[in-house]
């Protein structure tokens, strides 16, 4: 039984980081430790299994263990979103159903991916899957997995129980046009960290994403700024928010990612390969003084890992 509705999805939602050994296996206590930490900075809920959770790098077994592991740690905190796609509708079916029965509030998914699924093919696999559970379902379009355009976004919308969209893409006008036009019940959440403020300004509902596992206190501000009406200080806050994600992306992003959060506390172990890591304590702290000399070059002050390097 789910604990939150649709419209309980607002604020900062992490994207959250899968903790894994240098080896690969998946360690259940660091990605336990993690969902911890991010909830006592207060984050407002949690999206699992994602792109930046490397759901795709993971056996179905594996990403039921992680949301198993989230949700057991959130015990109804926040509300809990947990992306099940597939290239098949039966394993995302089994995925979906596995986060119901954990206490997930909400599902999400891509279209399914690698063959070039026709319109109508996309439709049913969305159908299909939100048919299987109680629990609402957020398309999820993201240039990696499938773009949705409007067209398909407005077809998925006439379907019960799917009821929000997280839009992953710099076309924000998009996002106003999804709340006029399909309505503004459609929960829009944004997906693109370095475009916070513009998704905002179109009508998001919430922001989700990956850089929120390390600077969820600053969009929070960002976010009160832009419901208060102060333009100047949300652009300030989304400036300083993209000066550490474009620095982040020339290093290699997502590990960066998950050796900031061990240095604020919460180790979120190493990648996955294909993806390249800090294997060596020589190779961290090269990364550590690449950001101070980042952080001193630009003048940053206020962000807590960057105070503290």
């Known amino acids: 039984m789910a604990n939150y509705s649709m419209t309980d999805f607002k604020g900062v939602i992490p994207a959250l980081v899968t903790a894994f050994d240098l080896d690969g296996t998946l360690n259940e206590g660091l990605t336990r430790g993690l969902t911890a930490s991010l909830l006592a900075r207060g984050v407002d809920g949690l999206y699992l299994t994602g792109s930046t959770g490397e759901g795709f790098m993971m056996s179905p077994e594996e990403r039921m263990?992680?949301?198993?592991?989230?949700?057991?740690?959130?015990?109804?905190?926040?509300?809990?979103?947990?992306?099940?796609?597939?290239?098949?509708?039966?394993?995302?079916?089994?995925?979906?159903?596995?986060?119901?029965?954990?206490?997930?509030?909400?599902?999400?998914?891509?279209?399914?991916?690698?063959?070039?699924?026709?319109?109508?093919?996309?439709?049913?696999?969305?159908?299909d899957v939100t048919a299987s559970t109680g629990l609402p379902m957020v398309a999820y379009n993201i240039t990696l997995a499938g773009a949705l355009g409007f067209d398909m976004l407005a077809r998925l919308a006439a379907i019960d129980g799917i009821e929000g969209v997280k839009y992953t893409a710099p076309t924000h006008f998009e996002i106003g046009r999804m709340k006029r036009e399909i309505g503004p019940e459609f929960r829009v959440f944004s997906g693109a960290d370095e475009m916070a403020m513009s998704g905002l300004a179109f009508g998001a509902d919430g922001l989700i994403g990956s850089f929120y596992n390390i600077i969820p206190e600053l969009y929070?501000?960002?976010?009160?700024?832009?419901?208060?009406?102060?333009?100047?200080?949300?652009?300030?806050?989304?400036?300083?928010?993209?000066?550490?994600?474009?620095?982040?992306?020339?290093?290699?992003?997502?590990?960066?990612?998950?050796?900031?959060?061990?240095?604020?506390?919460?180790?979120?172990?190493?990648?996955?390969?294909?993806?390249?890591?800090?294997?060596?304590?020589?190779?961290?702290?090269?990364?550590?003084?690449?950001?101070?000399?980042?952080?001193?070059?630009?003048?940053?002050?206020?962000?807590?890992?960057?105070?503290?390097?």
């Open 65 to 127: 263990r992680v949301v198993q592991i989230a949700c057991d740690e959130v015990a109804g905190r926040v509300p809990v979103m947990v992306h099940v796609g597939a290239i098949s509708t039966y394993q995302t079916v089994a995925l979906a159903q596995q986060a119901e029965a954990a206490g997930a509030d909400a599902i999400s998914s891509v279209p399914p991916i690698y063959w070039p699924f026709s319109p109508d093919q996309v439709t049913n696999y969305y159908r």
């Open 220 to 309: 929070a501000d960002l976010i009160k700024a832009m419901a208060d009406g102060r333009l100047d200080d949300a652009k300030a806050l989304q400036d300083k928010a993209n000066d550490i994600i474009f620095f982040t992306l020339k290093q290699y992003p997502m590990s960066a990612v998950k050796r900031i959060m061990a240095w604020q506390g919460a180790d979120a172990g190493y990648c996955r390969k294909p993806f390249d890591n800090y294997e060596t304590p020589e190779q961290e702290e090269a990364l550590k003084d690449s950001y101070r000399a980042f952080r001193d070059a630009q003048g940053l002050t206020g962000i807590g890992f960057l105070d503290d390097l």
